[in-house]
């Protein structure tokens, strides 16, 4: 049987519900080769995540996913293989945003507090080990009080962009999470691709990311149909690209989205991470 890993998952110390070792041995249960840990801006769960590789049959892959802009659009960047010695260099380098993503916050439960809505900063931030916390913990807090059925539902309406609760942070640019990652030695991906980016606009974009030191894109990803992986797939051909892949696991937050499976037919190939491993030579 073809050996397969997951290069996209959350745990706690972002906005999944899992811990870092629990995130493992899922991983052993569902039979996978190699995880990587890809917490939303920050290198906190980390240690904890190699910690418990190191008794594993799964080989743990140090990672991190960016929120990026370009063009005033959210485009996510994921880094893969980061040494321990740079891991503190992504809290230092994510400092701003993480200043900038405190204060959306306080103006996200501030907006919704004024509109009557039962919610505290406090009840959002007890619900992950990061530094701050996303729409996703908000979602969850109206969520438990009853105010819409799934963490979804909030997405698509009271904390939806443009419909006056949320304004969102001030954000790196693409290409400097991009040149952070590659002056760290690590390798750069960009995530779910065509979520954020229209195949028109990735044709545009892809030549600035690969100048900046983009080496792969994800063509494997739960949300895809197989009509989305295959453009893709074009384009990371077009552009000669490698190839990643992952569940983007959250745990409860995402219900549905298995480790490893997605949906039930994801499958990444072990040899992307191999490939991939290529990229630091």
Known sequence: MEKRCDLHSHSNFSDGTL????????????????LALTDHNSSRGLREFMEAGKNSSVITVPGCEFTTEWREKEVHIVGLFFEEKDWQEIEDFMELTVIAKRNSNFRLIENLQKAGYEITYEEAAALTDAEEFNRTHVARVLMEKGYIKTVAEG??????????????????TSAAAINFIKVCGAVAILA?????????????????????GLDAIETCY?????????????????FDLKESGGSDFHGTTKPGIELGTGRGNLFVPYSFYEELLKCLR
């Not at 006056?164 to 001030?170: I, S, T, V, W």
């Not at 691709?193 to 100048?211: M, V």
């Open 222 to 238: 739960t949300e895809f149909t197989s009509d989305m992986s295959e453009t893709v797939k074009m384009l990371a051909k077009r």
């Open 19 to 34: 811990t870092p070792t629990e995130l493992v041995s899922l991983a052993e249960k569902q039979g996978l080769s190699a």
């Open 192 to 212: 779910h691709p065509l979520l954020n980016l229209t195949e028109g606009e990735l044709l545009e974009f892809l030549p600035q990311a690969k100048e900046a």
């Open 155 to 172: 997405f698509d309406t009271i904390l939806k962009k443009g419909n006056g609760f949320y304004e969102p942070a001030k954000r790196i």
